[in-house]
Each structure stands twice: as structure tokens, then as C-alpha cells.
């Protein structure tokens, strides 16, 4: 079992920034694919950026260009630095953690981001 523990969320200002951190109770071996989502009020868990084990990344269009994903080894940790943020940037996010069949999520952080 691997634990997530998301962090960094608050509230900002539009333009603003922030970096959210998941903190993994374990360390990232093998084949794995880490990921982050967002779910806004009514609305379904939308996936945001990943990051693979080979450090290939992609990003859903709407934060390409504006947000980072990236990760250290040493602390268990995948980030997420978001910048230029704007309202609809505003969700619950959370942090995933897949490996074949086994997955896990953090518990979530909430970003709100104010006009």
C-alpha cells in the first residue's frame, strides 16, 4: 500500500502561482506513471498533466504552457507548479499513482483561484 499525500493548495489571485506537492510513502520504482487530476464542483475528475517513469509528460491543452509537472526521487515527491493561473483553474486536485494494475490517489488539495 502507498500512501499520497497532497499539498500546496490554496487560494489566489488570478495570474498568480502555486505548487502543489505529492508526497509518496514509498519510493517510485519501476514502471509507473504519475499523474494529476482536478475535479471542479459538478463536474467529473479530469486528468491534467503526467509525468511516466522515463520523465515523458503531457498536459490536458488548457494548462500546456502554463503548468509543470516534475518530480524528486530522493523525496518521494511529484510537483505541480501552476502559473498564470486563472478562475476555471479552480478544483479539487489530486494526485494518482499508477503501476499495472495497482493505482492509488491522495485524498486531494483544494486550488481556488479568484478573479
Known amino acids: 500500500q502507498v500512501r499520497l499525500v497532497e499539498s500546496g493548495g490554496g487560494w489566489v489571485q488570478a495570474g498568480g502561482s502555486l505548487r502543489l506537492s505529492c508526497a509518496a510513502s514509498?519510493?517510485?520504482?519501476?514502471?509507473?506513471?504519475m499523474s494529476w487530476y482536478r475535479q471542479a464542483p459538478g463536474e467529473q475528475r479530469k486528468l491534467v498533466a503526467t509525468?511516466?517513469?522515463?520523465?515523458?509528460?503531457n498536459y490536458t491543452d488548457s494548462v500546456k504552457g502554463r503548468f509543470t509537472i516534475s518530480r524528486d526521487n530522493a523525496k518521494n515527491t511529484v510537483y505541480l507548479q501552476m502559473n498564470s493561473l486563472k478562475p476555471e483553474d479552480t478544483a479539487v486536485y489530486y494526485c494518482?499513482?499508477?503501476?499495472?494494475?495497482?493505482?492509488?490517489w491522495g485524498q486531494g488539495t483544494q486550488v481556488t483561484v479568484s478573479s
Open positions: 494518482n499513482y499508477v503501476s499495472g494494475r495497482i493505482e492509488y
Open positions: 514509498a519510493r517510485f520504482v519501476g514502471i509507473y506513471t
Open positions: 509525468m511516466t517513469s522515463r520523465l515523458n509528460t
